[in-house]
């Protein structure tokens, strides 16, 4: 798909012209300057992880093509059928060093093998990290390069229960060769970064005005010698509140950051709301321009949340290891990739009904968002048939269908080749180049 020739022929109609002239036209460099740079569409990605494989007879669709059905797992994104495009047999053919959960991690977006290592995995297979950079951050440097798409971050990392330890099993983004990107966990930490310390202002100036109550009242109380002193200390306060609201301004956004609650800590419990916070704060960055690409890790690879939210007192990556014959287990592991689905849609939703800021349309019209697993299926510890469900139209591919990627040697790389080709960066290959046979998906 050549958006540069449908934004001219657009350009053309706005000129009142027939587009039989493009082709002589199109020769002109200034006719068509202003007009291209009007139309260019923000494209953003965002990768939504969650761990330990899925349910396959509970998650993929039976039928390919468009009428394809929603099974229990993909219910809750019933509403969003016509913006997704779900990707059936698509394989992680990186193999090497480490387990499959870490290989299943860390090479899930970068496609390319881990180092040698002394990271103990599964069956005394040690690793360390990839050996090169992930389609995120490559698609943040292509958007970097250039000044119409530069932003304040680039890319953005949004964790949900991931904790402190760094390792293969914890980290999917990397800036290249041995250099794993950390997720902001703490939604506190990621308010910080995006807004500064706006919050602990704000409670300052909550100080300053009872301060300035105080004095106002005390202020008739006090004898003439005093008053000269409490005058002086209002002064101050009233200094102090003006530089205060000052550096809290926030009239330079497009839209105010979401309101955060107070204590709210990285444990367990607290993932629901950890991470809806998360994801409210990644569509506000988006809507901010910010960054045009984000990552939402739920836990990481072995991920042992228990889901006590849906009445499920077990560990996720221990029920994952369940066969499939413990109907106890399948059930539970049905209703946490649901919840996880559920997630997903809230993300949608919001993007929905955000309007994209100075174009038409949603938010969700110009982003490309991926949910994606480190395994196909947990207890047989698969790389075969990973799970790809991308929703929304910001990269230019077909949606509204189950799609049939070929024959059992696909490797995922072919994937990650047409997110860069779809943002206009045409790589050749991506990852280990033995594994881009096929050259991208056609996805258009």
Known sequence: MNLNSIHRRTALKQLGLSSLSLPVLTQSSSLFADADKKASPKQRLIVMFSPNGTIPDQFWPEKIGEDFEHKTILKPLEPFHDQMLVLR???????GDGDNHMRGMSCLLTGIELFPGNVMGGGNTPSGWPKGISIDREICNHFQSKDETRTRF?????????????????????DGPNQPVTPLADPYDAYRKLYGNVREKKQVRSVLEDLRGDLNKVANQLPESDRKLLIEHTQ??????????????????TAKPPELPEGLRNQNDNLPQLGRLQIDMLVNSFVNDFARVATLQYTKSVGQAKMNWLDIDDAHHTLSHEPDKNKDAYDKLVRINTWFAEELAYLLKKLENTPEPGQKGSMLDHTLVIWTNELGKGNSHTLNHIPFVLAGNGFGFQMGRSYWCGDDNNAH??????LAHAVGNPLETFGNPALCKGGPLDLS
Do not use: C
């Open 236 to 253: 101050l306060v009233n200094r102090m509140d003006q530089e205060y609201a000052n550096g809290s301004s926030l009239s330079n956004l």
């Open 154 to 174: 680039g890319a953005l990392h949004f964790g949900v229960g991931v904790q402190d330890t760094a390792d293969p099993w914890t980290r999917m983004s990397y």
């Open 413 to 418: 790389n072919r994937l990650l080749l047409s």
């Open 89 to 95: 047999n698509l394989h992680n053919k990186v193999r």
